[in-house]
């Protein structure tokens, strides 16, 4: 599904990921951990292609394609999500207008048939009962005026309509509170299947009582300084990353 | 991103094509045999001569204003032709089967049948070509609800008591420079007379389209409603892709009576010009209306044309409980300047005025947003609201904000917001993660941040509006 290899990247001439390696199978869930400016957003934000980061080295293989040679739009339709930690705001744009308008591009890139407005709409009211967001939401602009926790069940309602290969969840846990967080994970776990990968960057360990992963890897300095299985999350909930500062060494 | 998105937003001009047609053209320069000519061609009556003379006498004493925030080399009004007429208008034709088929094409062309059964269902049409009038369709209908809709020069012969009534009642010849030039050698332009309490049963629209090189076109329109009468009217323009600029000074004049409602809408496209700054249209024109007891007039103009705009539709609130709107989108992009934006003149008691203007800068591009809103002494109770947003995009045009306010009621309040932002980063970056490409991103975002105006938008007109900016979801979905 995605295999990065020594990937190395800079934001501003200043390095933040330093030969970072990782694979990931169809199904897996990984969560990616670790310490404050370790390099866990710029992960998210490299693998979706944002023009602010540069990569310097390494390679990313997606479903059997070159990812980084790919524009940020192709990657998204090639099935790659990444759910923002600050959904931004686009006034005006009404939310459904904006989801149509991306399940179409992404649809018709994979061949499938153009959904008409009325299907459109039947489903995304369907989903959007799905992660507990009211159906005036959707007549709002996006994200205008939401608050964290609908931000954030908005990010799962877009992730839900355009069915990714790959779901990269940038600390979607920060800012909520136990039901949004609650709502947050069914919608993921109900998303998990043989197919479809995720990988949750987060600093706290309590998503992960949600959100139960396969993996666990530690991002220390813009590498994965250990990795393991559920029980690391918790020995690092004990712990703290201090613990690690050794093998950063 | 800029780089990007400029390049983007770089459409090309679609109705940029030239009509070979063979016209009659007057050669360049403006003198008083001219004004005469002009007169004379469309048979006017002795009282107009002489007024359009007066305006031209008015026009030679008068300085071409340079207050605007808008710089262009000085335009040679000797050099321009003030006349051009399709040959085959001599002979006018009664119907549209004797209309030149080259010309039918040429509206084809622009997306505009005027055979009317593929017409929008419910809009009814005259279209002005260079100088003259070429069809209006729908009169029938419109006559048996007693609605006059024609070219201002057959209105002139058929009603000439309605014409001298107001010709000029709303924006004297004197009013100020382009509009004396306007008086002087006005050519053609639409006639709107509804009847007291009766409300238009159809859209009226007027299409202009400038074809002939080096002629300036200077339409006139005049739209009188009678108490309690209704009419919304809709005006589009385009003209070819030249590198000689080309003066369009136009001039409207609204008139509403007690309880009458008027809306004017605007998709106005000239040629802007090309990534050069090279051509285009220099539009500068006078829009007012006035609005008697609890009367109300609505401008909306969508604004994407032109290399220089120089237009302030509007409102002479003097009837108690008038109300005045003005809504604005203004787009400029590589060398286009725009000094645009409205006068609410607020005379009557408890009057009120809203005006949204949203101004979106790209390019190298200047828009201005200019707004004057004056409380007389008697204005007891007035109101006003004003919205000023302006959309920067990329970082080497400007935006800029002249708003006057003049209150001389202490009892009137006045109300203006003003923001200015940009098409950030996150925002493409959310929509291009979301698989929409760039294109389809900024004109979405440019879009959402028109939404306020295009929304008092007819049906009819939102459809153009949208190709312009882009086609918005909105309507279908939602």
């Given at each position: 599904m995605l295999s990065i290899n020594n990937l190395c990247a800079s934001v501003e001439d200043k390095d933040?990921?330093?030969g970072l390696s990782l694979d990931i199978k169809p199904g897996e869930v990984h969560a990616i951990m670790g310490p404050n400016g370790a390099g866990k957003s710029t992960l998210g934000s490299v693998l979706a292609g944002r023009e602010a980061f540069s990569v310097t080295d390494g390679s990313v293989a997606f479903a059997d394609k070159?990812?980084?040679?790919?524009?940020v739009e192709e990657r998204a339709r090639e099935g790659l999500f990444l759910a923002f930690q600050y959904p931004v705001e686009i006034p005006g744009v009404s939310n459904m207008e904006f989801l149509k308008a991306s399940v179409d591009a992404v649809r018709k890139h994979q061949g499938k048939p153009e959904l008409s407005s009325v299907e459109f709409m039947k489903l995304a009211r369907e989903t959007s009962k799905k992660v507990k967001l009211d159906q005036a939401f959707l007549k709002r602009?996006?994200?205008?005026?939401?608050?964290g926790g609908e931000k954030k069940r908005n990010e799962i309602l877009q992730m839900m309509l355009l069915e990714p290969k790959l779901c990269i969840l940038d600390e979607?846990?920060?800012?909520?509170d136990i039901d949004a967080l609650q709502t947050v994970a069914d919608g993921v776990n109900a998303m998990r299947s043989a197919e479809r990968s995720f990988i949750v960057v987060t600093h706290?360990?309590?998503?992960l009582d949600y959100i139960v992963p396969d993996f666990v890897h530690v991002l220390a300095d813009g590498k994965i300084v250990k990795s393991g299985d559920k029980s690391l999350a918790k020995e690092l909930e004990a712990k703290?990353?201090?613990?690690l500062e050794g093998e950063v060494a | 991103m800029s780089e990007q998105v400029e390049h983007l937003i770089?459409?090309?001009?679609?109705?940029?094509f030239h009509t070979a047609i063979d016209t009659d053209t007057l050669p360049p320069g403006l003198n008083e045999e001219v004004v005469r000519f002009i007169s004379a061609k469309k048979n006017e009556p002795e009282w107009l001569l002489e007024w359009r003379l007066q305006a031209f006498r008015a026009w030679q004493e008068m300085e071409e204003p340079e207050w605007a925030h808008v710089d262009y080399p000085?335009?040679?009004?000797?050099?321009?032709?003030?006349f051009s007429s399709p040959k085959s208008m001599e002979d006018k034709p009664k119907s549209l089967d004797e209309v030149d088929p080259k010309l039918l094409e040429t509206y084809e062309k622009l997306g505009?049948?005027?055979h009317e059964q593929e017409m929008l269902a419910g809009v009814a049409m005259d279209v002005v070509f260079d100088s003259v009038s070429v069809v209006t369709t729908f009169r029938e209908k419109l006559e048996e609800a007693g609605v006059l809709f024609c070219s201002i020069s057959e209105a002139v012969e058929k009603y000439p008591e309605l014409v001298k009534q107001h010709?000029?009642?709303?924006?004297?010849?004197?009013?100020n420079y382009f509009a004396a030039l306007n008086s002087a050698v006005f050519s053609d332009g639409s006639f709107v007379y509804i009847p007291k309490g009766?409300?238009?049963p159809m859209e009226l629209s007027t299409y202009f389209r400038i074809n002939e090189q080096n002629t300036g076109q200077f339409e006139r329109t005049l739209i009188v409603a009678e108490e309690g009468a209704y009419v919304s009217y809709l005006e589009g323009c385009t003209a070819p892709m030249r590198d000689e600029n080309q003066l369009h000074a136009a001039v409207v004049e609204l008139v509403a009576k007690d309880n009458a409602e008027i809306k004017y809408s605007t998709v106005q496209n000239w040629?802007?010009?090309?990534?050069?700054?090279?051509g285009g249209i220099y539009n500068f024109v006078t829009k007012r209306g006035v609005c008697h007891t609890r009367a109300k007039i609505s401008w909306t103009q969508v604004e994407t044309g032109s290399a220089v705009t120089w237009k302030y539709p509007s409102?002479?609130?003097?009837?108690?409980h008038s109300v005045g709107e003005f809504y604005s989108v203004a787009l400029t992009n590589n060398y286009q300047q725009a000094d645009t934006g409205t006068k609410m003149i607020h005379i009557g008691k408890n009057t009120r005025s809203t005006i949204i203007s949203k101004g979106i800068s790209a390019g190298k591009s200047q828009n201005c947003y200019r707004g004057l809103v004056r409380m007389n002494?008697?204005?007891?109770g007035a109101r006003n609201y004003t919205q000023c947003d302006s959309l920067l995009i990329g970082d080497r045009c400007g935006a800029h904000t002249f708003p006057y306010i003049e209150s001389k009621n202490p009892s009137a309040v006045i109300e203006h917001e003003a923001t200015t932002s940009k098409v950030s980063d996150d925002q493409m970056f959310l929509c291009q993660q979301r698989g929409l490409d760039a294109e389809k991103a900024v004109s979405m975002i440019v879009n959402g941040f028109c939404r306020e105006v295009f929304k008092e938008l007819p049906m009819e007109f939102a459809v153009e509006a949208g190709k312009l900016l882009e086609v918005s979801l909105e309507g279908s979905v939602g």
């Open positions: 933040i990921l330093k070159d990812l980084l040679e790919l524009d602009g996006v994200n205008e005026g939401f608050s979607t846990d920060s800012g909520l706290y360990q309590r998503l703290g990353y201090s613990w | 770089r459409k090309e001009y679609a109705a940029g000085k335009v040679d009004y000797q050099a321009i032709s003030y505009i049948p005027l010709l000029g009642s709303v924006v004297p010849q004197k009013d009766v409300r238009c040629y802007p010009g090309d990534e050069n700054g090279k409102c002479v609130l003097r009837g108690d002494p008697g204005a007891e």
